[in-house]
């Protein structure tokens, strides 16, 4: 089992940038592939970044390629996301999720833990 703890979000100007970081308690914690997703008023939540267990591999959607970068500290328990060139469409609620094992891919539904999300505003 492992728990997540989000932080680093606020309020930024389109433009900026933020780093999220996602601590995890346990040993185990490079057993975990972790994805990034967000979740803004009256929308579903959505996949942001994913990243592998200990390869690294990553995995972004569309809308934040080239903007966003997911990376992992496994001495530290920690996954981070960096995001740059900040719009608008980016403010939500932003979650770290952890799957026991192989990469979970794009679903929430596919990650077995969650964190209690941090907030991000971008204003224009």
């Known amino acids: 089992q492992v728990q997540l703890v989000e932080s680093g979000g606020g309020l930024v100007q389109a433009g900026g940038s933020l780093r999220l970081s996602c601590a995890a308690s346990g040993r185990t914690f490079s057993s975990y592939a972790i994805g990034w997703f967000r979740q803004a008023p009256g929308k579903e939540r959505e996949f942001v970044a994913g990243?592998?267990?200990?390869?690294?591999?990553?995995d972004y959607p569309d809308s934040v390629k080239g903007r966003f970068t997911i990376s992992r500290d496994n001495a530290k328990n920690t996954v981070y996301l960096q995001g740059n060139s900040l719009k608008p469409e980016d403010t939500a609620v932003y979650y770290c999720a952890a799957k026991y094992g192989y990469y979970g891919g794009t679903r929430p539904e596919a990650y077995d833990y969650w964190g209690q999300g941090t907030q991000v505003t971008v204003s224009s």
């Open positions: 990243i592998t267990r200990t390869s690294g591999a990553t």
